[in-house]
């Protein structure tokens, strides 16, 4: 009995860890006792679509000059459109794949700035993450966005009520191709392929470093296409599935315009506040951001003002998508 009692014990501890060392990496909602955020914040949180064949694939991190595009081109090839989570610094760094991104068609959401995890921040830390990189992701595309995954997907009840106050729907996943562990292209397939099924949301990532190397990415995206196609899926992006009917837009829902013999809003023009006729595009540099001049606000304790973005920094002339020489240094200081 002593001994049953023991080897229980110590399985309970081992599962503690291992839940505590997967939270730490890429599986939040690995262990069991995890709390069901998508039925406690139904309206704020989702990991996975509504049951039906269609399936979002994202990647996050992004952008960056070597794996970004490599992507953006079979995407491109394959006619399918995906949704990008990039973070603030990286957006900094190459605004025209910013650009491009949106060019191409597809949805883009917000990654915070620096990559840092919400759950050992302050809620004006968060807060700081989350302004900054939407400040640049505006200025660069004249839109905003309304869909924010939360770096290594750690959340809890605290920033999902700060998330929600500030207008964002939370996307976390439901298959991870586990693409950050530098795997070779098969086994990227076949992470996806194993556990991919209706509504489902795919993680992959777009900005690699020595670290972190993404040749698995590129090389298992096209298979990845085909083999959901022939499956009979339909690739969509995270606002195509989770939001079909209507936009969510800073906590407001607005009915998609459709036009006689037209189609939705396109890009350049936003859905209206009230809900009626599209806003023509406005370039950005003309209004203020709805977060105040982020020239004037102050960086919270614990954050470095050197990561303040600049317009210079920011490159808002560039559009070749490779970074401007200030910028690059600024990288390098990081």
Not at 98 to 103: E, G, K, L, S
Not at 119 to 124: R, S
Not at 143 to 166: D, S
Request: charge should be positive.
């Amino acid at each position: 009995m002593k001994q049953t009692t023991q080897k229980r014990r110590s399985a309970a501890i081992a599962t503690v860890l291992a839940c505590l060392a997967l939270a730490g990496l890429h599986a939040p909602f690995a262990c069991a006792s995890a709390p069901d955020y998508s039925r406690l914040f139904p309206k704020v949180f989702a990991r996975h679509g509504p049951p039906q064949k269609q399936i979002a694939l994202t990647f996050d991190d992004g952008p960056d000059d070597r794996y970004t595009p490599q992507i953006l081109r079979v995407l491109a090839q394959e006619h399918v459109r995906a949704t990008f989570f990039v973070l603030g610094v990286h957006a900094r760094i190459y605004p025209g794949m910013v650009r491009r991104i949106v060019h191409d068609g597809h949805a883009l959401g917000n990654h915070s700035y620096n990559h840092a995890n919400l759950l050992t921040l302050t809620p004006q830390q968060v807060r700081w993450e989350v302004d900054k990189t939407e400040d640049i992701l505006y200025r660069l595309t004249g839109t905003r966005t309304v869909w924010f995954r939360p770096p290594y997907g750690n959340v809890n009840a605290g920033v999902l009520r700060q998330m929600n106050q500030l207008g964002y729907r939370v996307v976390n996943w439901s298959v991870d191709s586990a693409d950050w562990r530098s795997l070779p292209a098969r086994r990227v397939l076949a992470n996806v392929l194993s556990a991919a099924g209706p509504g489902a949301i795919v993680l992959q990532h777009c900005s690699g470093n020595s670290h972190e190397v993404l040749d698995g990415t590129v090389g298992a995206l096209p298979a990845i296409i085909h083999a959901l196609r022939a499956r009979g899926y339909q690739l969509v992006t995270v606002p195509q599935l989770l939001e079909p009917d209507a936009r969510l837009v800073h906590g407001r829902d607005i009915v998609k315009q459709q036009p006689p013999g037209g189609s939705a809003v396109g890009p350049d023009s936003r859905p209206s506040p009230s809900g009626g006729a599209p806003i023509p595009f406005v370039y950005p540099e003309r209004h203020a951001s709805r977060c105040g001049n982020p020239e004037t606000r102050s960086v919270p304790a614990g954050l470095r003002s050197s990561d303040r973005p600049k317009d210079a920094d920011i490159g808002v002339d560039q559009t070749d998508g490779h970074a401007t020489p200030r910028a690059q240094n600024a990288l390098k200081g990081r």
